[in-house]
């Protein structure tokens, strides 16, 4: 069992729609990390949360919205998605920020726009 | 452009035999090495973490660090058919902050 925990497993929207993807660790992690992971690609990095403030955006649309509301909490704000949209939404988090933190991903949101 | 490479395989080998998996970056200030196994559907997981030249190993598998020659590999000894898999690596530069670069993967067939 994965300790980086991910809701909903499965998700269908519709492009007005709007939803939220959540994760949720208590490892007492620091960092907290999206990734969207195409088929046969490896995972892309979207964002990046340090002691709860956003500290790297890869130029992600702004279609995604992530919040960090507490050290253990980190969601996905989703709103006029995109049929390429469509991918495995991984949420890892690791001790803190520095380099040599493994980072421990969650189970993903497999996310399917219609 | 920081880049992680590694063959796409697949690599099939027999079950019981030693599988070796390869990796190259184009970083030399990269600090921090892992792989990462990913079932078909599913999230990666974490397998080992190197960050010094040399080999460490744990269990079944041995990761393997050259700095000098920006290479790392690892190897899965007794290969089991559970082992087949997407075998990602991944590269953690000296950048202030923590941002890893992943390889496309390889993926690995254990043949019974």
């Known amino acids: 069992d994965t300790e980086v925990t991910q809701t909903p497993k499965h998700l269908v929207m519709g492009m007005t729609n709007k939803k939220s993807l959540k994760c949720e660790q208590h490892?007492?992690?620091?960092?907290m990390y999206w990734y969207k992971q195409k088929a046969k690609k490896p995972p892309e990095l979207m964002f990046v949360?340090?002691?709860?403030?956003?500290?790297i955006n890869e130029s992600v649309p702004s279609r995604f919205s992530p919040e960090c509301p507490n050290s253990s909490l980190l969601n996905l704000h989703l709103h006029a998605l995109q049929p390429e949209d469509s991918a495995l939404y991984l949420c890892?988090?690791?001790?803190?920020?520095?380099?040599?933190?493994?980072?421990?991903f969650g189970d993903g949101t497999r996310l399917s726009i219609l | 452009q920081k880049e992680v490479e590694q063959n796409s395989g697949p690599l099939s080998v027999p079950e019981g035999a030693i599988a070796s998996l390869n990796c190259t970056y184009s970083?030399?200030?990269?600090?921090?090495f892992f792989w990462y196994r990913q079932y078909s559907g599913k999230s990666p997981e974490l397998i080992m973490s190197?960050?010094?030249?040399g080999d460490k190993e744990d269990g079944r598998f041995t990761a393997q660090l050259n700095k000098a020659s920006q290479y790392v590999s690892l190897l899965i000894r007794d290969s089991q058919p559970s082992d087949s898999a997407t075998y990602l690596c991944a590269v953690s530069y000296s950048g202030g902050y923590q941002k890893v670069t992943f390889g496309t993967g390889t993926k690995l067939q254990v043949i019974p």
């Open positions: 490892m007492g992690h620091r960092a």
């Open positions: 890892a988090s690791s001790q803190d920020n520095s380099p040599g933190w493994p980072q421990h």
């Open positions: 949360y340090s002691y709860e403030k956003l500290s």
């Open positions: 190197i960050y010094s030249n």
């Open positions: 970083d030399r200030g990269s600090q921090s």
